[in-house]
């Protein structure tokens, strides 16, 4: 019996120690971690519509509340102007969720561009939603008050050939990018016009 | 004790040089040999972790209980490859990408487990210290070689730059799964050859 309480014992201070540690250099690496997975995942296709911005728009980045859930803006500097804001939403494609980011223009409220950043999508059916460009740019230049939607349901975008369902889940992003502009432009602008100083 | 340390440490790259001798981690080192770069990092995250479990193991061998030991030598060894997970998402992001689920399963490598069971439950800490560091730097030239040959001859670049003029036609199975278990075998074959003189 005494031998049983030692084992458990032992046992448990290796977990607390493990724990302990783990806790510690996760604390440490948190932000680190962070900025890397915004470079490597999202900053391809950042830069991918942010063409010819003049500052990083990685590093120029916000948080901002929506719904009680915190999301992170890009700020885009074109001609001098920080007048761009790219942020990611998620549409449902057919193997699972579609990351896009969607840059507006917040002069105009007009789409600057689209980009796919993380998708599970059937290699060269559905993934050509990341790949193709004559599909993304379809959304260029459209008023971000649009809705979007698949010819196929009625509405303005050229689906993917035999990829309706990725085609709709982009589309329903982008819709969702609308919807959280709306509810958030009054304060992104400040938050732009600050940073602009 | 009849070897000394440096024998200890040698042994590591030769005389049980861990993937050819003692034919254990296979496992990884069949997957993440595309490369030099990938064989190296994972040879790198392996040793870190070898050393550091062999060396709190081998300090720790007269507290963990018999009856215990493996579940306390597996949450010495999980511990330090999740801190070795973090610290590469921290600062070489591409190369986590690239290696991916390969890190957290070094967890269940037969070589860190086997050392910390065969060596430093039974050996002083110096002793332990230059077998695991012997037995990883091992590890670490055996799949960055591997990587260099399949490499080499499977997409005709070192280390990402073309060895090899404009005409050279990769020999494209060496970078898939097929071209990993040849090229270990004659590996391991040529090793036996020079063994046996």
């Known amino acids: 019996m005494r031998d049983m309480f030692k084992l458990f014992i032992v046992i448990v201070i290796f977990s607390v120690i493990s724990g302990g540690v783990l806790a510690a250099v996760r604390d440490a690496t948190k932000d680190r971690i962070e900025y890397q997975q915004l470079v490597f995942v999202k900053g391809p296709a950042i830069n991918l519509i942010m063409e010819g911005c003049t500052n990083n728009p990685v590093q120029d980045r916000f948080k901002l509340e929506d719904q009680g859930k915190e999301r992170d803006f890009f700020v885009g500097e074109f001609n001098g102007k920080k007048d761009v804001v790219a942020f990611e939403t998620y549409g449902k494609g057919f193997g699972g969720d579609i990351g896009v980011i969607t840059a507006i223009n917040t002069e105009t409220d007009k789409i600057v561009g689209v980009a796919v950043t993380t998708h599970s999508e059937t290699p060269g059916v559905g993934a050509r939603a990341k790949t193709d460009p004559d599909f993304r740019k379809q959304f260029n230049d459209q008023p971000i008050t649009d809705v979007f939607k698949v010819?196929?349901?009625?509405?303005?975008?050229?689906?993917?050939?035999?990829?309706?369902?990725?085609?709709?889940?982009?589309?329903?992003?982008?819709?969702?990018?609308?919807?959280?502009?709306?509810?958030?432009?009054?304060?992104?602008?400040k938050k732009m016009q600050a940073s602009q100083g | 004790m009849a070897k000394t340390v440096v024998q200890e440490f040698t042994k590591g790259l030769w005389a049980e040089i861990p993937p050819f001798r003692l034919v254990l981690g296979l496992c990884p080192t069949l997957a993440v040999t595309k490369g030099v770069e990938n064989g190296i990092g994972m040879g790198v995250a392996t040793t870190f972790v070898l050393i550091c479990s062999n060396v709190l193991i081998s300090l720790l061998r007269n507290v963990i209980p018999k009856k215990v030991r493996i579940a306390c030598f597996i949450a010495v060894i999980a511990t330090f490859v999740t801190v070795v997970e973090l610290l590469m998402q921290a600062f070489a992001y591409p190369l986590f990408l690239s290696l991916g689920i390969f890190i957290p399963l070094i967890v269940v490598n037969c070589i860190v487990l086997g050392r910390a069971e065969a060596f430093a439950a039974k050996n002083k800490v110096i002793p332990s210290l230059a077998d695991g560091l012997g037995i990883g730097l091992g590890f670490t030239l055996s799949l960055g070689a591997l990587g260099a040959i399949r490499e080499i001859l499977g997409s005709g670049t070192f280390y990402g730059m073309p060895v090899f003029g404009e005409s050279f036609q990769p020999f494209g199975f060496m970078v898939q799964a097929p071209g990993a278990f040849v090229c270990l075998g004659l590996m391991l074959c040529i090793m036996n050859i020079l063994g046996k003189k």
């Open chain 1, 151 to 189: 010819k196929a349901d009625g509405g303005q975008i050229d689906a993917l050939s035999g990829a309706t369902i990725s085609s709709r889940g982009v589309s329903a992003a982008v819709v969702q990018a609308g919807e959280i502009y709306k509810r958030l432009k009054d304060e992104l602008k």
